[in-house]
């Protein structure tokens, strides 16, 4: 499938990604840019957002631990 310059780019659609990942590979493809980067820097950003994430769940878990602690008395 493919889309054209014109189509309205809604977030969220295979097409607004399609643009997201255009503005990549660009990169890539003027021959300037080591390819390698492109995917330790996608494998970077997984990392940081998993982690993110799991701080983000720790907390929850904490939050509820102190929060039946608390209603127990």
Same mark, same amino acid.
Request: aromatic share 14%.
């Given at each position: 499938?493919?889309?054209?310059?014109?189509?309205?780019?809604?977030?969220?659609?295979?097409? /607004? @990604? !399609?643009?997201? /990942?255009?503005? /990549?590979?660009?990169? *890539?493809?003027?021959?300037?840019?080591? #390819?390698?980067?492109?995917?330790?820097?996608?494998?970077?950003? #997984?990392? &940081?957002?998993? &982690? @993110?994430? &799991?701080? #983000? $769940?720790?907390?929850? !878990?904490?939050? *509820? #631990? !102190? $929060?039946? &602690?608390?209603?127990?008395?």
């Amino acid at each position: 499938m493919t889309c054209n310059n014109n189509d309205i780019l809604e977030y969220g659609t295979r097409h /607004f @990604y !399609k643009r997201m /990942f255009s503005d /990549f590979l660009v990169d *890539i493809g003027d021959g300037q840019h080591n #390819a390698d980067n492109l995917m330790l820097g996608l494998l970077d950003a #997984a990392h &940081e957002w998993f &982690e @993110y994430h &799991e701080t #983000a $769940a720790n907390r929850y !878990k904490r939050f *509820i #631990a !102190k $929060a039946q &602690e608390i209603t127990r008395d």
